[in-house]
């Protein structure tokens, strides 16, 4: 059973930095994609970044809404993928959750099969 624990959401003023991590267990694929969804109140859920992972190989995207401010990162020994967040913004504030597919990466959460149970993180202006 494979699961995802996001960790390291908080408040902090406009400007402030973050880093948010989660951690997996239970994978046994050779090759997935996970990566970092957020959804504010009202809103669709919105995708941030994600990292896909192979042997051998990775390769990263992050949205344009946060591009230059957001890196998405792992560690593969600690089976563990980070969301670094600098010069955050009000509108970043939102519920952000981990997720995870044993496949090439998507767009869409929809084609994510595994879910963290998300971690809130406020920006103040």
């Known amino acids: 059973q494979v699961q995802l624990v996001e960790s390291g959401g908080g408040s902090v003023h406009a400007g402030g930095s973050l880093r948010l991590s989660c951690s997996a267990s239970g994978y046994t694929y050779s090759r997935y994609c996970m990566g970092w969804f957020r959804q504010a109140p009202r809103k669709e859920r919105e995708g941030v970044a994600r990292i896909y992972i192979s042997s051998g190989s990775s390769g990263t995207y992050v949205a344009d809404s946060v591009k230059g401010r957001f890196t998405i990162s792992q560690d593969n020994a600690k089976n563990t993928i980070y969301l670094q967040m600098n010069s955050l913004k009000p509108e970043d504030t939102a519920m952000y959750y981990c997720?995870?597919?044993?496949?090439?990466?998507?767009?869409?959460?929809?084609?994510?099969?595994?879910w963290g149970q998300g971690t809130q993180v406020t920006v103040s202006s």
């Open positions: 997720a995870a597919r044993s496949a090439g990466c998507s767009s869409s959460a929809a084609a994510f099969n595994y």
